[in-house]
């Protein structure tokens, strides 16, 4: 058991405050430019517990009424392996985390071959959690003030505006979705 301690703003365009989204990412020179036209498509995944990595894109795909249906499945172990994979075609799509896009696009190249085709629906962020029984609360001030400290190029190189807390019922009402496709 453990207790939500805060979780970070990263500011992100179209998120509320402590939100983040995923970004269906596919290959810029990939001709489709609907998500319908991906029926079928490979998707490379960082990890069947992620949120951003699938859950996200599972959630999109039945909450849009797309009627696409994913085809293989390829797990990576990271956002970044799942950009190169469907980079070098060996896979269609990807959903990785904007915050991960955004460092990626800042910092290295990884996002010049790759283009967004769709976002999903932003979801709490994730958060910063200690053990049961821990002062979440005096962890939370502790982090908040630390992150003041910090000198704006710090603050910017990490993309943390603040963080705040979110209820536990925003994390418990995002849907945890089967292991494969099919389910």
């Not at 010049?112 to 629906?121: H, K, Y």
Request: glycine residues 6%; hydrophobic residues 40%; aromatic residues 4%.
């Amino acid at each position: 058991k453990v207790h939500l301690v805060g979780t970070p703003d990263f500011a992100l365009p179209q998120c509320p405050p402590g939100y983040y989204r995923s970004h269906l990412v596919v290959r810029a020179d990939d001709g489709r430019e609907t998500l319908a036209a991906f029926d079928g498509a490979a998707l490379a995944r960082n990890d069947v517990r992620s949120q951003s990595g699938w859950a996200a894109v599972r959630e999109h795909l039945c909450n849009q009424s797309t009627g696409v249906s994913l085809g293989r499945i390829l797990d990576t172990g990271s956002h970044y392996a799942s950009m190169l994979a469907v980079a070098d075609g060996r896979a269609d799509i990807a959903a990785v985390d904007a915050v991960t896009w955004s460092l990626l696009q800042r910092d290295t190249h990884a996002t010049t071959p790759l283009r967004i085709l769709a976002s999903t629906t932003p979801t709490p962020g994730l958060p910063y959690i200690t053990a049961a029984g821990a002062h979440a609360d005096a962890l939370l001030c502790a982090m908040q003030k630390a992150l003041t400290t910090l000198s704006e190029e710090d603050r910017a190189c990490l993309m943390i505006r603040r963080i705040l807390r979110i209820e536990a019922d925003a994390y418990m009402a995002v849907p945890i979705p089967p292991a494969t496709p099919g389910n």
